[in-house]
């Protein structure tokens, strides 16, 4: 059984960086696709970006292109979510998960990690 573990988040303000950091159990790096999403409170939860691990092709939403990068350290079993430019509506606990192809909502993915808490304030 494949685990992911996140960890990174934290409390900054409003403007400032912060880099998540996910890393898998799984031995062949499998399956091929790593995602993270967010959550708030009462709401669904957010797909923000995915990457490949063999091939490290990226999908981004709309909401995080050119303050979020996603990229991957294979030999660390690790994957990253470095988040430039947060503001207070991020405010999120953020999930890496995993699956075999790109997908953007939560049910595509079949195992997930435990979430970190991410706080922006104003």
């Known amino acids: 059984q494949v685990q992911l573990v996140e960890s990174g988040g934290g409390l900054v303000q409003a403007g400032d960086s912060l880099r998540l950091s996910c890393i898998t159990t799984?031995?062949?790096?499998?399956?091929?696709?790593m995602g993270w999403f967010r959550q708030a409170p009462g709401k669904e939860r957010e797909f923000v970006a995915a990457?490949?691990?063999?091939?490290?092709?990226?999908d981004y939403a709309d909401s995080v292109k050119g303050r979020f990068t996603i990229s991957r350290e294979n030999a660390e079993k690790t994957v990253y979510l470095q988040m430039n430019n947060l503001a207070p509506e991020e405010t999120d606990v953020y999930y890496c998960?995993?699956?075999?192809?790109?997908?953007?909502?939560?049910?595509?993915?079949?195992?997930w990690g435990q979430g970190a808490q991410v706080t922006v304030s104003s």
């Open positions: 998960a995993t699956t075999r192809r790109f997908a953007r909502i939560a049910k595509g993915y079949t195992t």
């Open positions: 990457i490949t691990w063999i091939s490290g092709r990226t």
């Open positions: 799984s031995r062949t790096l499998s399956p091929n696709v």
